[in-house]
Every structure is written in structure tokens, then in C-alpha cells.
């Protein structure tokens, strides 16, 4: 399992569609173990291009601290798990709390 977490500062960033990098962590769903972790640039926003480009990254979960409508269906379109609500941590800790069921998520920041 590949989870996809926008990032800013080194913690999740609450303006998803509008961050510079994701934290992709692969990630062992049988262990909840994080097997590794890469840094990447976010392409140029462009609505409609993150679901299809994080697909071709191998994302099959999105930890966020929001996302509008359309935007989490065209995700859900890609075979790729969204999670709204998400707070403002480490990539590391959210993984680890979603891998083992703990993570909280509160209201979808998002409201278009």
C-alpha cells in the first residue's frame, strides 16, 4: 500500500490541492510497517491532474486535511482511497495511526 500525503513543512498540509510536495510512503498493511519514504515536487496545479498523476505514482491512499466533492470522486475514480480530515502531523505519524486503525479524522476543511 502506497500512501500519498500532502506536505508542507514537513507536516501535513491542509491546502491539498495547492501544495508544492507529497510524501509518498510505502507501506506494509500487514505489519504497519512504513517501508520507505519519498519526497516529491507536486506537478503545477491543474484541477483534474493529481488523482491520475499520484495513480501513476502507485498511491492507493490519500491522507487529507481536506478535498472538495469532485476532487475526491476523481480520485476515487483511480482506484485510490481518500481520507478527509486529516490533522496537521507528521507523514510518518499518519501513516502509522491509518496502518493501525487509530487515525482520528475530523471535519473535511474543504468546502467546494
Excluded at 499520484?54 to 487529507?64: C, P
Excluded at 505519524?93 to 496502518?99: E, F, G, P, Q
Aim: proline residues 9%; hydrophobic residues 45%; glycine residues 10%.
Amino acid at each position: 500500500m502506497k500512501i500519498a500525503i500532502p506536505i508542507a513543512e514537513g507536516k501535513l498540509a491542509q491546502h491539498f490541492g495547492h501544495c508544492a510536495q507529497f510524501a509518498l510512503l510505502d507501506t506494509d498493511p500487514a505489519t504497519h510497517a512504513i517501508l520507505s519514504r519519498e519526497d516529491v515536487d507536486a506537478p503545477p496545479h491543474q484541477p483534474g491532474l493529481l488523482p491520475p498523476w499520484l495513480a501513476r505514482k502507485g498511491a492507493t491512499v490519500v491522507l487529507a486535511g481536506g478535498m472538495g466533492m469532485r476532487a475526491k470522486a476523481l480520485f476515487e475514480e483511480q482506484g485510490i482511497r481518500v481520507i478527509v480530515g486529516v490533522p496537521s502531523e507528521a507523514p510518518e505519524k499518519l501513516a502509522a495511526d491509518y496502518l493501525a486503525g487509530t487515525l482520528q479524522p475530523g471535519e473535511n476543511v474543504c468546502d467546494h
